[in-house]
């Protein structure tokens, strides 16, 4: 049984390490390359999913040692898995940077400054929901007491290391209410089609409170029985992505529990990134039956409104709307056309498309801290295509993006607003006065 070392060895040696079988599909092909954002800006090979993985193998055979440089490499990567798309040998590359991710948790040694901030992070906050929100709470009075400003004015920043100004900018805005999970249950008018589970999340409930009771009012107009099981928590998908596995397993298997004790028919997610990772909590926990059910029911908002179907609103917007595409909808959900569907059914609307559609905007979670540079490199990238669509409304389906896009639109003095699909059609049906 592979065990974690006590010293520094040649190649993939813990039992989370990727399995040879995964590493060893990639043919060198290098369809990945131009769906590679990192690759796009630097037009390096080792910035690619083919030289990452040309590394991994290099490492796991014993050519090299897993060292900082080489590791760097792997941190640079955002996990976005537009490379899956583009791989005509279906190479499961998000699943072995996980288990690299994972590898490197047991072998890297990382500054204690990381190491600190992300035992809290990862293994203190994220956990227990209840801290989260007092968290959440501290930022909020920290963004809207004035101490914020008086930290700039003062200078505070500009005496801390770079990392810490980016991450005060990179700070969510929290919003006036938080949505908490409190085992609520919301029936609708008339016959039920389906009695769904809702995931609350984290910074969602937090940062987006208002984009969640407009979910919850979409649901129940719809038809939907919607419950809010009061144990759930965090997704873990952050976690997962760190290569935190142990704790992401403790918190898959604790939604496992608390969403599915309802016996619902679907459970559902208005973010991107927690509906995805609630998809893999299966491959996650290695198979529990839990955890395959919870896979199985596991629908993002959009695609369970036009899989089980909605009213068209009456209410008009007249606006041209670009849909960005986060990444954990469309490289793995691979759900793409339902939003847009959704936007469309809107009387006034325009959807228009922008290029580069399915680069990454660059946030990946923590990646927006961990990698500023390059982050803000690719979120201002993208701001620029949504910028020339000419646009009203740039529209969403996960909170890292819209975090990350508010901020790269404000760098571009653009004045396109940030919204969610679900907010759109939620006015729509308002201003119809479509609500019974």
């Keep these: 049984m592979k065990t974690t070392p006590t010293a520094p060895e040649r190649g993939f040696i813990t039992d989370d390490a990727p399995s040879e079988d995964d590493l060893y599909k990639c ?3 290098g369809f990945c390359l131009n769906a590679c954002p990192t690759y796009l800006e630097t037009g390096l090979e080792a910035e690619s999913p083919r030289g990452r993985l040309t590394l991994m193998k290099a490492v796991n055979e014993g050519r090299v040692d897993m060292t900082p440089t080489v590791t760097r490499h792997w941190d640079l990567c955002l996990q ?3 490379c899956e798309i583009a791989c005509p040998s279906g190479v499961p590359y998000g699943r072995i940077m996980m288990a690299t991710r994972a590898e490197m948790k047991s072998r890297v040694k990382r500054p204690f400054r990381e190491r600190f901030a992300r035992e809290i992070g990862f293994n203190r906050l994220l956990p227990k929901p209840k801290l989260m929100r007092t968290f959440g709470k501290m930022t909020r009075f920290y963004q809207q007491s004035g101490a914020r400003n008086l930290t700039k004015k003062v200078g505070v920043m500009k005496v801390l290391p770079n990392r810490y100004e980016y991450l005060d900018a990179s700070l969510p805005l929290m919003g006036e209410e938080f949505f908490v999970a409190d085992g609520r249950v919301l029936k609708p008018q008339g016959q039920i089609k389906a009695r769904v589970s809702l995931l609350a999340g ?15 009012r979409v649901l129940v107009h719809n038809g939907f029985e919607v419950h809010l099981p009061a144990d759930q928590g965090c997704c873990g998908s952050l976690n997962m992505y760190a290569g935190e596995r142990a704790t992401a397993r403790q918190m898959a298997a604790n939604n496992a529990s608390a969403l599915l004790s309802m016996n619902p028919d679907v459970v559902i997610s208005s973010s991107a990134g927690c509906g995805s990772t609630m998809k893999e909590y299966g491959e996650l926990l290695d198979g529990d039956e839990k955890a395959e059910e919870l896979a199985s029911k596991a629908r993002d908002i959009h695609e369970l409104l036009i899989e089980y179907g909605f009213e068209s609103p009456t209410g008009h917007i007249d606006a041209k709307v670009v849909f960005q595409d986060p990444c954990h909808l469309l490289s793995t959900q ?3 056309d339902p939003p847009r569907e959704i936007l469309r059914s809107i009387p006034g609307i325009q959807v228009v498309e922008m290029a580069e559609s399915t680069v990454c905007c660059g946030s990946a979670g923590t990646y927006s801290i961990a990698q500023r540079d390059m982050s803000i490199r690719l979120g201002d990238r993208k701001a620029r295509n949504i910028v020339a669509t000419g646009a009203n409304y ?3 389906g996960n909170p890292g993006c819209a975090l ?6 404000a760098r571009a003095d653009s004045e396109i607003e940030v919204k969610y699909a679900v907010d759109l059609l939620d006015e729509a049906y308002r201003l119809g006065g479509d609500y019974r």
């Design 27 to 29: 043919v060198q092909c």
């Design 80 to 82: 976005c898995r537009a």
């Design 202 to 216: 984290c910074v969602m409930s937090m940062m987006h409170a208002e984009t969640m009771q407009a979910t919850l």
């Design 334 to 336: 691979r759900i793409s």
């Design 394 to 396: 740039m529209a969403t």
């Design 404 to 409: 990350q896009l508010s901020n790269a639109l």
